[in-house]
């Protein structure tokens, strides 16, 4: 069964950088067919799409975070990673790990980690 | 990229059927069948209920149904019931290869 699991600090100072890692099981991230992404959701606000990665090598970000933001993929861990530069209290939020579907849709979501930006 | 525009809220007694709209752009919703939507309960991660406008996943309710017309998508939930009480969220493909959300509708039975 798949399975994506977050792990990273839950508070980073702002300007730094906050980085997080998705263990995937049950499902080569290497697949052809799949794209995997991060999502984030602020506090009683809606989801908010970051980023996605497709065959460990194509990227695509969101724009209002591109500047920012860097997906990554460990495909010998089966792991893929976020990186966000220069946070700021806006970037607190709970981020989640997901696969997503050919047809752009997101079907699995990792239990979410919640990340604090504050000193 | 502005969020896709949800109501707020919408109720509605156990039985019941309720519609929630999401209202995009020519270059979202308008412009591909790619509109999903997702049932959130508190402190959950959101699950996938519809995807490519009206299709659901295995296991999911066939009191869901979506649909779309120009630039607005609809979720309906026929025979509420109390389990039925989430955030939803709707969600577009958009023309700049990104991904848009909607701001959420709180469902609540009555």
């Known amino acids: 069964q798949l399975q994506l699991q977050e792990s990273g600090p839950g508070l980073v100072k702002p300007s730094e950088t906050l980085s997080l890692t998705c263990s995937v099981s049950?499902?080569?991230?290497?697949?052809?067919?799949?794209?995997w992404a991060w999502i984030r959701q602020p506090p009683g606000k809606g989801p908010d799409w970051i980023a996605s990665?497709?065959?460990?090598?194509?990227?695509y970000y969101n724009p209002s975070l591109k500047s920012r933001v860097t997906i990554s993929a460990d495909t010998s861990k089966n792991q893929f990673s976020l990186r966000l530069t220069s946070v700021t209290a806006a970037d607190s939020a709970v981020y989640y790990c997901?696969?997503?579907?050919?047809?752009?849709?997101?079907?699995?979501w990792g239990q979410g980690t919640l990340v604090t930006v504050s000193s | 990229q502005s969020a896709l525009t949800q109501p707020a809220s919408v109720s509605g007694s156990p039985g019941q059927s309720i519609t929630i709209s999401c209202t995009g752009t020519?270059?979202?919703?308008?412009?591909?069948?790619?509109v999903s939507w997702y049932q959130q309960h508190p402190g959950k991660a959101p699950q996938l209920i519809i995807y490519e406008v009206s299709n659901r996943p295995s296991g999911v309710s066939y009191r869901f149904s979506g649909s779309k017309s120009g630039n607005t998508a609809s979720l309906s939930i026929s025979g509420l019931q109390a389990d039925d009480e989430a955030d939803y969220y709707c969600s577009s493909y958009t023309d700049r290869l990104t991904h848009i959300f909607g701001g959420g509708t709180k469902v609540t039975v009555l």
């Open positions: 990665i497709f065959d460990g090598i194509s990227t």
């Open positions: 997901v696969r997503q579907t050919p047809a752009t849709s997101f079907d699995y």
């Open positions: 049950g499902v080569s991230i290497s697949s052809t067919v799949y794209y």
């Open positions: 020519s270059s979202d919703i308008g412009a591909y069948n790619y």
